[in-house]
């Protein structure tokens, strides 16, 4: 129940947020270029799958004037990243969908031999899409995924100083004992 409401409250949040864009007469890649953010990072917020940093606020208010401050206040509080499963059927995101599932395995395998056994964060992520023309003139859309390289790590038991005095101390304590049972067991036998 909790997150239908959740995605409802988002829905009609991100509506308004989209409406404010969409009056501005602003493309992404003009707030993005007054902003100092990537033009799908702009569209992250608007959609409240990023959230807004105080220090940002003043740019995103200043190209964007019809942002109020429950707008802003909204877009700083961590969002509810979350997408609509129906989403795949839209055509621009299936080929995306399609082309990293076509390539993903090769890319795979270059970061894993360029970087190797680790992943490309999507948390430390910048994304962008830019319009270039190709080399027979016609338009071309460049989607960058630039992620921080994640090492994964050995899982290697770490001994601490204290681990290692604490089972000096636990060995020495053995061996005190069977010394003592060895001294006693011997008393009772009369050597």
């Not at 569209?43 to 707008?71: C, I, N």
């Not at 994304?127 to 995924?145: E, I, L, P, Q, Y």
Request: negative net charge.
């Amino acid at each position: 129940m909790e997150a239908s409401s959740s995605s409802v409250i988002k829905a009609r949040i991100t509506a308004g947020l989209q409406a404010v864009k969409r009056n501005s007469g602003k493309t992404y890649g003009q707030i993005a270029d007054e902003t100092g953010l990537t033009n799908v990072y702009v569209a992250q917020l608007l959609r409240r799958q990023a959230q807004l940093k105080p220090a940002t606020a003043p740019s995103l208010r200043a190209a964007l004037p019809g942002l109020t401050e429950e707008h802003l206040n909204e877009m700083m509080q961590p969002p509810l990243r979350s997408y609509d499963p129906n989403l795949i059927q839209e055509p621009t995101v299936y080929r995306l969908h399609e082309a990293v599932m076509h390539f993903g395995e090769s890319i795979k395998e270059i970061i894993n031999e360029e970087f190797g056994d680790g992943i490309m964060s999507a948390i430390d992520f910048y994304c962008s899409v830019d319009k270039v023309k190709g080399v027979d003139g016609k338009d071309r859309a460049v989607v960058t995924f630039d992620g921080k390289y994640l090492p994964y790590t050995e899982q290697v038991i770490v001994i601490t100083d204290i681990q290692i005095i604490f089972n000096l101390f636990a060995i020495i304590s053995c061996i005190m004992l069977l010394l003592i049972e060895l001294i006693l067991t011997n008393r009772s036998v009369g050597i």
